[in-house]
């Protein structure tokens, strides 16, 4: 990391409240993930965040295969969906 970033780092480690723990999984595809979720407008359901990836030319299969195994309901935003793969838990 750059100074700048270690100081930033620092001083938001600093900043007091409550702390969210995420555990990420897999980078990677959290990342892509989210990335070809940004245009769905939610509230989605399940087959309409499906098509959304697929219409993004999404050629990692992991992806569509986590998608394809979550839930069959309503979600609110991106990080749910993310956080329904299992990619991401809090």
Excluded: F, W
């Excluded at 892509?32 to 989605?44: C, I, M, S, T």
């Amino acid at each position: 990391m750059s100074n700048d970033q270690d100081k930033t780092s620092n001083e938001q480690g600093n900043i007091q409240g409550q702390r969210k723990e995420v555990d990420v999984q897999d980078h990677p595809s959290a990342v892509e993930l989210a990335n070809l979720l940004k245009d769905v407008n939610y509230p989605a359901d399940k087959n309409t965040i499906m098509n959304s990836v697929k219409n993004n030319n999404s050629n990692n299969k992991n992806i569509s295969d986590l998608i394809e195994k979550i839930e069959d309901k309503q979600y609110n935003n991106s990080a749910e969906v993310v956080s329904a793969t299992g990619l991401v838990s809090r």
